[in-house]
Each structure stands twice: as C-alpha cells, then as structure tokens.
T-cell receptor
C-alpha cells in the first residue's frame, strides 16, 4: 500500500512552453501533497504544499504564478511549469502523507531546451 | 524546524551491518524521527520512523537514544542495493519535510 505515481517520468519541452506533471496517490486518499525540486548532486527542495480543495502554500522564493498547483481531488495533484526556461530543468518529485509517513513518487525529469 | 546532523558519507562492506548516526539535539516532544533513502534517479523511499522506543521493520532497525537527542539507523546486512543517500528527518505528524544533505552510503563489494 501507499503508492504514489507521477506522469510523465520524463519530458522535454521547448523554452516558453508549459508542462504539466501529474501526481497520484494510487491506493489511499491524500488531502495534502507536497512538491519538491532536485538539482543534480543536491538535496530535495520543498516547493509547495498542495491542499485538496484550496490554494497551495508556496515556500519562500518559489513563484506561484510560474509553478501552478491544482489539487482537484483526493488522489490527484498537478504541477504546471508555465513559460518554462532552461533553468527550470530539474527533477520534480511529489509526495503524499499516509499514516504519519510520507510516500514519494518516482519523479519527473524535466528538460527545457 | 528542528535540525538534524548526519555525516556526509559512509562506507561499508557488503553483507556487514551498517550503523548510520543522526544527531537532533533540539528535538521537541512532538517530533517523530523519520528515515528516508534515495537511490539514484528515484524518489525518496520511506525506511522507518519512531518516536521514543526502538523500532524494527523488514528494512531496518531504528535505535533512539533515551534523551531522544540522537538516533541510529541500522541496516543489519548491507547489500549493494542499499547504496543510497539516507536522510534523517524530524517531522510532526502530517507536517512537511525539509530535507538536509543526508548521508551518502557506499557499499563495497
């Protein structure tokens, strides 16, 4: 139990376009999900907390208009990177809380050309 | 958030036990001690968590000091697949996780 999936696993897009990443809790309901970003050789950096049915809470320094988060149901949260630029290229990971622990998706590798 | 201190890296021989230390001297009474690990190009994986008592599961054991200011993750018999970055994290129930740098564990065949 407690499986989190992400789609797509890899995406390449052109500079200036938008990309949507999906995060799903497959066998449990998650009122709260979290989005992280990880650059090579670095630790995960929390971007935002996604709350079902309400607005996301963004960490300091993360642009909410650039990283749009929608948590429309208890099993799905989406992260849209708008007007992507090469510096947005990174590994994006989501997680969801379940029984005190958190369970992470496999990550999405975004490359902006 | 209460912070943790871990060694940057450790090495261990395959099929031997591994003890990964973590200091958390500013832990509060409501903080759970969690361990996660991340294999290359994957999302982090939950390993174990505890509050006050030592804990065992199929992956590892968690030994918590009596004053809760430190803990040790124990892998009883390391395999090459255990090579990963191990994160010791303090969180309150359902709270967000702030990752530190973790310990990079190298397993020598």
């Amino acid at each position: 139990g407690a499986v989190v999936s992400q789609h797509p696993s890899r995406v390449i897009c052109k500079s200036g376009t938008s990309v949507k990443i999906e995060c799903r809790s497959l066998d449990f309901q998650a009122t709260t999900m979290f989005w992280y970003r990880q650059f090579p050789k670095q630790s995960l950096m929390l971007m935002a907390t996604s709350n079902e049915g309400s607005k996301a809470t963004y960490e300091q320094g993360v642009e909410k208009d650039k990283f749009l988060i929608n948590h429309a149901s208890l099993t799905l949260s989406t992260l849209t990177v708008t007007s992507a630029h090469p510096e947005d290229s990174s590994f994006y990971i989501c997680s969801a809380s379940y029984r005190v622990a958190q369970y992470f998706g496999p990550g999405t590798r975004l490359t902006v050309t | 958030d209460a912070k943790t201190t871990q060694p940057n890296s450790m090495e261990s021989n395959e099929e031997e036990p591994v003890h990964l230390p973590c200091n958390h001297s500013t832990i509060s009474g409501t903080d759970y001690i969690h361990w996660y690990r991340q294999l290359p190009s994957q999302g982090p994986e939950y390993v174990i968590h505890g509050l006050t008592s030592n804990v065992n599961n199929r992956m590892a054991s968690l030994a918590i000091a009596e004053d809760r200011k430190s803990s040790t993750l124990i892998l009883h018999r390391a395999t090459l697949r255990d090579a990963a970055v191990y994160y010791c994290i303090l969180i309150e129930q359902d709270d967000k996780i702030i990752f530190g740098k973790g310990t990079r564990l190298h397993i020598l065949p």
